[in-house]
């Protein structure tokens, strides 16, 4: 386990209604990641940090924002979710730098209905 | 740019029998290489890492993969299969100034008793 808790780890959400999830590490570390992960796609990144208050988006930034204004966290949210945005959705860290192996959490099941 | 191409969806062998899983990647940078395994509802572990030492390198679990950049290739072994190496694997390729880690989009292996 590498220090990560990602919450909640299930929700069930309607078509419109915000998301925030959450993921938590013990160690602050600099470079933390958003993934979504969907059958035949492996892992498609959402957005990255790379310090309090430094992100950038990823490939699949739409719908998508985050905040990071603590080292230890950083949080996802859908803005309106929608029923594409139903996923498993993992949070991850790089605790070597940038281009170095990431440690994943838990992963979060999400369904919008 | 990086890509990676994971050759098989889904590989299926016996107990005690060898397992080869196929990884191409595509990289403007010496890239650095990683195999990941998520068995069932779980997160993904690292198996091993290339970060542009040996060519072979030797992971968890009595996996290896070996670096061939004359083949643009990555690809994972194990000798003997066995029941708990049933999981989906990915390939991930990272380098360049972009942070990211690419994934392929997985290979699913099943061990038949």
């Known amino acids: 386990d590498a220090g990560i808790t990602q919450s909640p780890r299930h929700k069930v959400t309607e078509t419109g209604t915000p998301v925030t999830l959450r993921c938590h590490q013990t160690?602050?570390?600099?470079?933390m990641y958003w993934y979504r992960q969907d059958p035949g796609h492996g892992l498609r990144l959402i957005h990255y940090s790379y310090g309090v208050k430094d992100t950038d988006k990823g490939e699949v930034s739409d719908g998508y924002s985050v905040s990071r204004s603590k080292t230890e966290d950083f949080l996802l949210t859908l803005e309106s979710a929608t029923s594409s945005q139903t996923s498993v959705y993992f949070c991850?860290?790089?605790?070597?730098?940038?281009?170095?192996?990431?440690?994943f959490g838990q992963g979060t099941r999400l369904t919008v209905v | 740019a990086q890509s990676v191409t994971q050759l098989d969806s889904h590989v299926s062998v016996s107990e005690g029998t060898p397992v080869l899983l196929r990884c191409n990647y595509s990289s403007s940078y010496s890239p650095s290489l990683f195999w990941y395994v998520q068995h069932p509802n779980k997160g993904l572990q690292l198996l091993l890492k290339y970060t542009s030492a040996a060519t072979l390198v030797k992971g968890i679990n009595g996996f290896e993969a070996e670096f061939k950049k004359s083949e643009t290739s990555f690809h994972l072994t194990k000798p003997s299969a066995h029941m708990s190496d049933a999981a989906e694997y990915f390939c991930?390729?990272?380098?360049?100034?972009?942070?990211?880690?690419?994934f392929g989009a997985g290979t699913t292996v099943t061990v038949r008793a």
């Open positions: 991930v390729v990272s380098g360049g100034n972009d942070y990211k880690l690419s």
């Open positions: 160690e602050n570390h600099r470079y």
């Open positions: 991850a860290i790089s605790p070597q730098g940038a281009n170095t192996e990431a440690f």
